[in-house]
C-alpha cells in the first residue's frame, strides 16, 4: 500500500525520496526481500533524473542501503554513478563526481571518495571558464581535507592559485591545514 501510494508521486525526486524511506523501513522491520525490491524502484526513478541532480538521490539511497547492512548494493551504486559521470560534459563531469564523493563520504566510505575525488579534480581542471573551474576546485580540496587527504587539498589549493591569484589560495590554506 505505501510503496502504491509513493509510485503515484508526481515528482521524482519526493517519489524517489518516500520510495528509498519505505525501503529502509520494510529492511529494517524484517523484510529484506520488499525492501530491496522498493530501493530498486527508488533507484529506477533516481536514475531518470538528470546526472547532477539525481546523484542527490542516488547518494542516499545507498547510504540507506549501506544501513540496513547491504554494503554491497551501496557500492554498486556509487560506481554506477561514477561511471554515467564518463560521459558527461566537463563540468557536469566534475560536480558529479564531487557530489558523489560527499556521499561516499557521508556513508564511511572515505578511500573511495578520496579516489573519486582525485577523478573530480582531473575534470575540474578540465573546466574552460575559469571562476567555475576555480570554484569546483575549491569545493574539491575542502572535500579532500575533510576526508583527510590533506595533500591533495593543497595540490588543488596551488591549482585555485594559478587560475585566481594569491588571495584565493591564502584563504583555502586556512581551511586545509
Known amino acids: 500500500m505505501a510503496v502504491r501510494a509513493a ?3 508526481q515528482e521524482e525526486p519526493q517519489k524517489a525520496q518516500a520510495l528509498k524511506d ?3 523501513a520494510q529492511a529494517e522491520s524484517g523484510d529484506p526481500a520488499a525492501g530491496d525490491q522498493t530501493f530498486l524502484q527508488a533507484i529506477q526513478v533516481a536514475r531518470t533524473m538528470e546526472p547532477r541532480v539525481g546523484v542527490h538521490y542516488l547518494g542516499p539511497i545507498a547510504i540507506a542501503q549501506k544501513t540496513v547492512g547491504n554494503r554491497t548494493a551501496a557500492m554498486q551504486i556509487f560506481q554506477q554513478v561514477a561511471t554515467g559521470a564518463e560521459n558527461l560534459p566537463v563540468s ?6 564531487t ?3 560527499t556521499w561516499q563520504m557521508k556513508a564511511g566510505e572515505s578511500q573511495d571518495a578520496i579516489a573519486m575525488l582525485q577523478r573530480a579534480h582531473v575534470s575540474g581542471e ?3 571558464d575559469r571562476i567555475w573551474r576555480a570554484d569546483r576546485l575549491q569545493r574539491i580540496a575542502i572535500l579532500a581535507a575533510e576526508a583527510g587527504a590533506v595533500e591533495m587539498a593543497l595540490e588543488v589549493t596551488e591549482a585555485i592559485d594559478k587560475e585566481l591569484g594569491l588571495w584565493k589560495a591564502k584563504s583555502m590554506r ?3 591545514t
Open 7 to 9: 509510485l503515484a508521486i
Open 22 to 24: 519505505i525501503a529502509k
Open 92 to 97: 557536469d563531469k566534475a560536480d558529479v563526481l
Open 99 to 101: 557530489s558523489l564523493a
Open 126 to 128: 578540465a573546466i574552460e
Open 174 to 176: 586556512g581551511i586545509v
